[in-house]
């Protein structure tokens, strides 16, 4: 009949502690209330201490109660265990301080503080077991969320490496980083929805509470697994339904974990997974295909003067202080149109002048632009001898010169160039002359088919 009190006395601690709280505070404020001569408030601050010390211990009390009906970890509590135990003891102290005393000395003042800060200090650490520890700085703008070292930080899944992947440890670098993705927010030591606590191995394996969500060696029979495969619309469906799902790949994981007999230590080569299962999960350290800019990225107004002359210009990829900038729109661009470019010269890194009125005298101006990474002279007036120039621009990967008046000599010219990646001359005089001598090699591909070439649909698009 009475086992309710207990967790219930457990459950009053959230309540209880505003209670030392704020006699404490109170007492501690009245030592530094300016009084003359003999001050009267004596009593009321050693009351308070006397007040505030039994609340911190009953508060104390439902505190431990609450960790041991709770499932807090005490890894978790132990800080916020002790401060509050100093504070109690430390109420009392200043009490019997206070009590002996004639008057208010330095001593009891400084200890008051002394006291307030470690009352402080053991709020802010049961705040964190209740609200979670980012609390307060997850509403922080993120630049002074990095200032706290707090910035959030997403959680990634798993992280596998080309040439490590074999021996990753299945539990700890796959299956429990699955979980923490998709299953810690509503299910760690703060917030156990269902009672469970997905966030560690000892903690999942002692269920939720409906018992045991693991059987080793039975998927089936663990509703880890098997409430993941449950129909959308069951409302036993993990996670619930408006959350992100795990990936069929990963509940595939969670289930070989569990058949292999859901082992703590154990590599994905021991367990047999195949590198088709992990795949996705295996980071591939791509070379970014445009320059690292230090560039920030530009405001859309200060693209406005590029978009009034007819030219289409957005960043290169979201967040990128690059841009893409094409003149498809704009025909009659001529080189002295250059002028409108100068002013994001330097954050060119794709220009697409197909279809202008450029000249070999814009070549000048493009070995400028230190991002230049793709260049379309598609269907322009450039003739090439100009062209072996930019074979000096440190970036430049794609240059298409298709329906231009471009020979093979010419492109080879471009061979010193050390960036170049792809040369595209279809429809030109070295197509013609690759149609007739063969294979030409270069240091780049060439890809000039002897087939003229059909007007690409992309060649038109109005942006
Ligand atoms: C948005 C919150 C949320 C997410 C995310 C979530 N769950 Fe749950 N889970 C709940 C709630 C609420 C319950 C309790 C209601 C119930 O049993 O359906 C629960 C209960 C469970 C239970 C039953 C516990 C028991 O003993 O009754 C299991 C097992 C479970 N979840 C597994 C998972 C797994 C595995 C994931 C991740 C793949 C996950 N959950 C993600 C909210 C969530």
Request: negative net charge; aromatic residues 8%; proline residues 5%.
């Amino acid at each position: 009949m009475t086992e309710f009190l207990l967790p219930f006395l457990g459950r009053m601690h959230p309540v209880l502690v505003h209670l030392p709280i704020g006699i404490l505070i109170f007492g501690i404020l009245l030592c530094f209330f300016p009084q003359k001569g003999k001050n009267p408030l004596l009593p009321s601050i050693r009351l308070a201490f006397l007040i505030g010390g039994i609340a911190a211990l009953a508060a104390g009390g439902s505190g431990f109660l609450q960790y041991q009906w709770e499932g807090f970890a005490w890894e978790d509590v132990q800080l916020h265990l002790f401060g509050g135990v100093i504070t109690a003891v430390g109420s009392f102290g200043l009490y019997s301080l206070v009590k002996n005393a004639e008057a208010l000395t330095t001593k009891i003042r400084v200890l008051a503080l002394v006291l307030g800060l470690i009352l402080g200090i053991t709020g802010h650490w049961g705040g964190n077991l209740t609200h979670g520890e980012g609390y307060f700085t997850e509403v922080l703008p993120a630049d002074l969320q990095s200032l706290f070292g707090a910035s959030a930080q997403p959680e990634l899944g798993p992280q596998l490496t080309e040439e490590t992947w074999e021996n990753a440890q299945l539990y700890a670098e796959v299956i429990q980083p699955i979980l923490n993705k998709n299953c810690k927010s509503c299910h760690n030591p703060r917030n156990r929805k269902g009672e469970l606590d997905l966030s560690s191995l000892a903690a999942l394996k002692k269920g939720g509470e409906d018992g045991l969500v693991l059987t080793a060696g039975d998927a089936a029979h663990s509703e880890l697994f098997a409430r993941l495969i449950l129909p959308k619309e069951d409302e036993k469906h993990m996670p619930p339904t408006e959350k992100n799902q795990p990936s069929k790949e990963e509940i595939t994981l969670i289930e070989s974990w569990i058949k292999g007999g859901a082992k703590e230590s154990g590599t994905l080569a021991e367990a047999e997974i195949s590198k088709n299962q992990v795949e996705r999960f295996i980071l591939k350290n791509e070379i970014p295909f445009y320059p690292i800019s230090a560039l920030p990225p530009l405001a859309a107004d200060s693209l406005a003067g590029l978009k009034e002359a007819g030219l289409f210009a957005e960043a290169v990829e979201s967040g990128s202080g690059l841009l893409k900038v094409s003149c498809i729109n704009l025909p009659s661009f001529q080189d002295s149109d250059w002028r409108i470019l100068e002013s994001v010269q330097s954050r060119i890194a794709y220009l697409d002048l197909t279809g202008t009125q450029v000249t070999d005298a814009v070549v000048e101006q493009l070995t400028a632009l230190p991002n230049l990474t793709v260049l379309k002279l598609n269907s322009t007036g450039i003739t090439g001898n100009s062209l072996k120039k930019l074979a000096q621009t440190k970036n430049l990967k794609l240059l298409y010169l298709n329906k231009t008046g471009i020979n093979l000599s010419q492109i080879q010219a471009l061979g010193s160039s050390k960036s170049l990646q792809k040369v595209f001359a279809f429809d030109t005089p070295a197509s013609r002359e690759l149609a007739t001598s063969g294979k030409a090699i270069f240091p780049f591909i060439l890809e000039a088919g002897s087939y003229s070439l059909p007007k690409l649909a992309t060649d038109s698009i109005v942006y």
